[in-house]
C-alpha cells in the first residue's frame, strides 16, 4: 500500500447509489458508489460551503441536498451555473473489498474499476 492510501470502507459498506462521508487525516471526503464505479470528493459544496453527503446522484453526477448544485464525480467540475469552482476529487483504489482513497493532493478522474 502507497503511503497516502488510506483504507476507508469495504464494499457491502456502500451500495450502488448510495454515498458517505468519513473523515479522513482531518478532511471530510465523500464516498459515492454510482452504477459506473467509486468516487471520492470532499465533502463539501463550493456554491455555500454545505456538506455534499446525502445529495442525489444521477449517472455520474452528485447534487448538493442544499441548493441543487451539481458536480461531476469524475473529476470535480461543475455543471451549471450556481457553483462556480470544482469540488477537489481523489484517486480511488480497490483491494478485495476495501475501498481505499489516495490523499497525496493531485486532483484527477477519480473513477475506479467497477466492482
Known amino acids: 500500500m502507497t503511503a497516502h492510501r488510506r ?6 459498506d456502500l451500495p450502488v447509489d448510495s454515498n458517505k462521508a468519513y473523515k479522513l487525516d482531518g478532511h471530510s ?3 459515492c458508489h454510482t452504477k459506473s464505479g467509486i468516487f471520492a470528493v ?3 459544496c463550493t456554491h ?3 456538506t455534499l453527503e446525502g445529495g442525489r446522484m444521477r449517472g455520474n453526477h452528485l447534487f448538493c441536498p442544499k441548493h441543487g448544485a451539481r458536480f461531476d464525480l469524475r473529476d470535480g467540475s461543475t455543471v451549471g451555473t450556481l457553483a462556480k469552482a470544482p469540488i477537489r476529487t481523489y484517486e480511488v483504489f480497490l483491494e478485495g473489498e476495501d475501498i481505499l482513497v489516495d490523499l497525496s493532493g493531485a486532483d484527477a478522474s477519480m473513477e475506479s474499476k467497477k466492482p
Open 7 to 12: 483504507p476507508v470502507a469495504r464494499l457491502a
Open 29 to 31: 471526503v465523500l464516498l
Open 42 to 44: 470532499d465533502n463539501r
Open 48 to 50: 455555500q460551503l454545505a
